[in-house]
Structure formats: structure tokens, C-alpha cells
Nanobody, 123 residues
């Protein structure tokens, strides 16, 4: 059974940093694209960042470009989202997601989802 488990969320002041982790289990994820999405109250889930299979190319939402960095460990079973220079508008529930082979910027591209970790940025 495939499971994704996020951690690392919390409360941080604007300008601060957090590092989110997503541990994948249940199968080998070397051929999977791992993505990060977020959802604020009353808003739709939106794309944040992804690191694609097989070349490890990274894509970011314009709103986080230059502040967030997505990475994966060498076994490709853990994904990270380093978030720096956080802003109040970054507040939301952050989800990691996995897609076999291709994963883009749409939630429907991804088959597996974690439960989310809450990030709250105070201004």
C-alpha cells in the first residue's frame, strides 16, 4: 500500500524558514515524479513545486520561485521542500503527491497524496 507522509509544518514568522519532508513507502519511487501543492482555507489546491522523473528537472509556481527549493534524497523515496523568506500568503496546508513517470502542475496528474502538513506564517 502506497503511503506518503508529510512533516515539518508549523508556525513561523514572516521572513523565516521551514523545511517540509515527505516520506514515501509501499513501493519503489525511482520512476515517480514528486510534487508539492498547498491549499489555503476557502481556496483551491494549488501547485507549488515539483521535481520530475527521470531527469530531476524542477518547476516552481511563480509565487514561490527564488524562495522555495524542492529536492529528493538519492533513493528518491523522500522529497523535501525548503521554504525560505516565508510570507503570510504562504500559509496553508501543504501536500506532497506522487505520479508514476509524468507529473505536471495539475492535481489530477498525481495519483498518490499525503495527508498534508499545516504551515502558518504570521506577519
Amino acid at each position: 500500500q502506497v503511503q506518503l507522509a508529510e512533516s515539518g509544518g508549523g508556525l513561523v514568522q514572516a521572513g523565516g524558514s521551514l523545511r517540509l519532508s515527505c516520506v514515501a513507502s509501499g513501493r519503489t519511487f525511482t520512476s515517480y515524479t514528486m510534487g508539492w501543492f498547498r491549499q489555503a482555507p476557502g481556496k483551491e489546491r494549488e501547485f507549488v513545486a515539483t521535481k520530475t522523473w527521470p531527469n530531476g528537472i524542477t518547476y516552481y509556481a511563480d509565487s514561490v520561485k527564488g524562495r522555495f527549493t524542492v529536492s529528493r534524497d538519492s533513493a528518491w523515496n523522500t522529497a523535501y521542500l525548503q521554504m525560505d523568506s516565508l510570507k503570510a500568503e504562504d500559509t496553508g496546508n501543504y501536500f506532497c503527491a506522487a505520479a508514476e513517470f509524468y507529473g505536471g502542475k495539475r492535481p489530477e496528474d498525481y495519483k498518490y497524496w499525503g495527508q498534508g502538513t499545516q504551515v502558518t506564517v504570521s506577519s
